[in-house]
């Protein structure tokens, strides 16, 4: 089971992607940055949302990408 902070990043990507993406990218994102969703911490933030805004612009666009990402940093 994901810790809390996973699970509110995944909270807010949903609305944006979907169910499905959010955990994936909430997967995806531990990983690149050598975590796991269970060990990610508030300090991980920002590297997170930067990587989320570069990997999201693909599918939702710009403007969506930065404006989630921003939602993922203010979670710290």
Same mark, same amino acid.
């Given at each position: ?5 996973? +699970?509110?990043?995944? +909270?807010? =990507? $949903?609305?944006? @992607? #979907? /169910?499905?993406?959010? %955990?994936? %990218?909430? +997967?995806? +994102? %531990?990983?690149?940055? #050598?975590?796991?969703?269970? /060990?990610? /911490? $508030? ?8 990587? =989320?805004?570069?990997?999201? $612009? =693909?599918?939702? #666009? ?9 939602? @993922?940093?203010?979670?710290?």
């Amino acid at each position: 089971m994901a810790n809390v902070l996973a +699970e509110r990043i995944e +909270e807010v =990507l $949903r609305p944006v @992607v #979907g /169910t499905v993406l959010a %955990s994936v %990218s909430v +997967e995806l +994102e %531990s990983k690149r940055i #050598g975590k796991t969703p269970d /060990t990610i /911490t $508030r300090l991980d933030l920002p590297d997170i949302a930067d990587n =989320l805004a570069q990997q999201l $612009r =693909l599918v939702v #666009g710009p403007d969506l990408a930065q404006a989630a990402a921003k939602r @993922v940093r203010e979670l710290a």
